[in-house]
C-alpha cells in the first residue's frame, strides 16, 4: 500500500492564480480531508468528506473547494490564489471521523 | 469553542525523559491522540487514549490524562535524537470534530 499520497511536494504561484492539490489514498477509506499547517496554529482543518460524493466545510474553508467523486480521490482546489494562502497542507484520510487518521506528506505552497 | 494547547517549544537533554502536556477545554472529549512529525513530513500516530482510560504505556512512551483538570500529558523516556520531531495532541469532542493543539517542537540537547 502506498497510503496517501500527495502531490506535488512543492509549489509556488502567483496572486490570482488557480491550481489543484492532488490527494489519492489506497487504503479504501471512507473519510478524507485536509488541512492546513501554520506556525504556532497547529492544523486547522480545510474541507472533508466522510465518502464518495459527500464533502463538507471544516474551521477555515473560504478560498477552497473540493470535490469526492470516487473513495480514493480527494482534490483541493484554489480558485484565486492569495498570500494567505501560503502554507502546508496536508491531506489524511481513516475509516471514521473518530478513526486513527493517516497522513499524506505534504504540500508546501508559497504564494507571492 | 473546542481548545487544545500545548507548549511552543521543549528542550531536553538526551537520555532524560521529555514530558510535553497539552489542556484542553471540552469536557466531552472521546478520543484522546498524540501525533509526532519529523522535518519534512506529514503526522504520525504516536499513540492514543480513550477518555475512560488515565494512563496508557507503549514501550518508551507513556501517556496520562487527567479528566478533572482537562490535562494531557506524553512522557518519552531515555530521549533520543531520533525523537526531534514536533508533537501534536489531538482530541475528538463531542460533536466528532478532530482538533489539534499547536504542536510541541521538542529539541534534544546531546
Known amino acids: 500500500n502506498a497510503g496517501v499520497t500527495q502531490t506535488p511536494k512543492f509549489q509556488v504561484l502567483k496572486t490570482g492564480q488557480s491550481m489543484t492539490l492532488q490527494c489519492a489514498q489506497d487504503?479504501?477509506?471512507?473519510?478524507m480531508s485536509w488541512y492546513r499547517q501554520d506556525p504556532g496554529m497547529g492544523l486547522r482543518l480545510i474541507h472533508y468528506?466522510?465518502?464518495?460524493?459527500?464533502?463538507d466545510q471544516g474551521e477555515v474553508p473560504n478560498g477552497y473547494n473540493v470535490s469526492r467523486s470516487t473513495t480514493e480521490d480527494f482534490p483541493l482546489r484554489l480558485l484565486s490564489a492569495a498570500p494567505s494562502q501560503t502554507s502546508v497542507y496536508f491531506c489524511?484520510?481513516?475509516?471514521?471521523?473518530?478513526?486513527?487518521?493517516?497522513f499524506g506528506p505534504g504540500t508546501r505552497l508559497l504564494v507571492l | 469553542g473546542e481548545d487544545v494547547e500545548q507548549s511552543l517549544f521543549l528542550s531536553v537533554r538526551e537520555g532524560d525523559s521529555s514530558v510535553i502536556n497539552c489542556t484542553y477545554t471540552?469536557?466531552?472529549?472521546?478520543?484522546l491522540y498524540w501525533y509526532k512529525q519529523e522535518p519534512g513530513a506529514g503526522l504520525q500516530l504516536l499513540t492514543y487514549?480513550?477518555?475512560?482510560?488515565d494512563m496508557k504505556q507503549d514501550q518508551r512512551l507513556t501517556v496520562l490524562l487527567n479528566k478533572k483538570d482537562k490535562h494531557l500529558s506524553l512522557r518519552i523516556a531515555d530521549t533520543q535524537t531520533g525523537d526531534s520531531a514536533i508533537y501534536f495532541c489531538?482530541?475528538?469532542?463531542?460533536?466528532?470534530?478532530?482538533?489539534f493543539g499547536t504542536g510541541t517542537r521538542l529539541t534534544i540537547i546531546p
Open positions: 468528506s466522510v465518502g464518495a460524493g459527500i464533502t
Open positions: 489531538a482530541e475528538v469532542f463531542g460533536n466528532e470534530k478532530l482538533t
Open positions: 487514549i480513550f477518555s475512560n482510560m
Open positions: 471540552d469536557s466531552s472529549s472521546t478520543y
Open positions: 487504503m479504501n477509506h471512507e473519510y
Open positions: 489524511a484520510s481513516s475509516w471514521g471521523r473518530r478513526e486513527t487518521q493517516y
